[in-house]
């Protein structure tokens, strides 16, 4: 175990995210108030790590050619062209990972920002979502993670442009259920199929712009029906339990303004206003009439993005002791 240090170098805080958001497919996404922490602190050789982790998926994450925040320090640091210190990071991951909820990008987001410091390579803000996209692979988890809030993101895998729309009014929540059951994103996006019809395509296309329009306009109550979407949720609400099912009910209860798949899934997320509680009970009883056992959050929409604090002082110090190559 890492012993604790009086000192932290370096905090970050990156929010979940829920990306795709019904009809905006691979191109809307919002932070949730739930949050990762990376502390980093001390400086270590180049390419050397130690990483105490805590939280979800803590064993996984313990060894450094497994977390995807060390991958993505390094990613920024070789596409930037510098070079940058190992160090020792705690962290505690609260987002479950492979559940639709943005751990990855979380990691990225993370792992950027560590090298953009500890580098001190000068970009400015549309670099770093660049590289973080471009690591990451999917902009609507990558810009909300970053930026907080609902992001309207377009990629064209060179170039990002994004938009910020609104944060929900205080009396609107959300309420993610999380079942016990993993949907890896590579098979997630197998199960889509190579081509759609015209139709279909024009129906995501009006729901998608109707969605961002009430949105940017505050009109709430149009959610329920411009997250309606045929272009990715038909096909992966089969592959968790009680998925073909859980959309219905939930969008039966009066509380319930809209309800999408998290991500490419397994959790489920429904926008609500008022009382919480008998949406979370429906989600969370339908997975368990499927034998999945589940947990809920209810979240804000958050319009708080990754956060860092440097303490400057120190980490000059130590990257000094340290002999870190800028």
């Given at each position: 175990m890492i012993e604790a240090s009086d000192r932290?170098?370096?905090v970050i805080r990156t929010p979940a995210t829920s990306a795709?958001?019904?009809?905006?497919?691979d191109c809307l996404g919002m932070a949730l108030?739930?949050?990762n922490i990376f502390r980093l602190t001390d400086i270590l050789p180049k390419g050397e790590y130690r990483?105490?982790?805590h939280g979800e998926s803590a064993r996984e994450l313990q060894e450094p050619e497994h977390n995807l925040v060390i991958e993505a320090y390094e990613r920024a640091c070789k596409e930037w062209g510098v070079e940058g210190p190992g160090f020792t990071m705690w962290c505690h991951n609260i987002i479950p990972l492979c559940r639709g909820l943005g751990s990855s990008a979380g990691a990225v987001v993370g792992g950027v920002l560590f090298a953009k410091t500890l580098t001190g390579y000068e970009c400015d803000e549309d670099e770093l979502l660049r590289v973080m996209t471009l690591i990451e692979g999917h902009p609507d988890n990558a810009a909300p993670c970053y930026l907080g809030g609902?992001?309207?993101?377009c990629w064209d895998g060179h170039t990002l442009r994004c938009v910020k729309l609104?944060?929900?009014?205080?009396?609107?929540?959300?309420?993610?259920?999380v079942p016990d059951e993993r949907v890896n994103t590579h098979d997630a996006r197998m199960a889509l199929p190579k081509q759609v019809s015209f139709e279909d395509a024009v129906f995501n296309l009006g729901r998608s712009a109707f969605l961002t329009a009430a949105w940017a306009t505050g009109k709430w109550d149009y959610l329920h029906w411009g997250m309606d979407d045929?272009?990715?949720q038909p096909y992966r609400t089969k592959l968790f339990s009680g998925g073909d099912v859980i959309f219905d009910r939930v969008k039966a209860l009066p509380e319930c303004i809209s309800v999408a798949i998290s991500g490419s899934g397994s959790s489920v997320i429904a926008i609500v206003r008022g009382a919480a509680q008998r949406v979370a009970e429906t989600m969370c009883k339908t997975f368990m009439e499927y034998g999945?056992?589940?947990?809920f959050f209810v979240l804000d929409g958050t319009s708080q993005g990754a956060t860092m604090h440097v303490d400057e002082a120190e980490l000059a110090k130590a990257l000094k002791e340290g002999g870190a190559c800028k």
């Open positions: 932290d170098l370096i795709n958001l019904g009809s905006g497919f108030s739930l949050n990483i105490e982790a609902m992001v309207v993101s609104p944060p929900l009014p205080s009396d609107v929540q959300c309420v993610v259920a045929r272009l990715h999945v056992a589940s947990q």
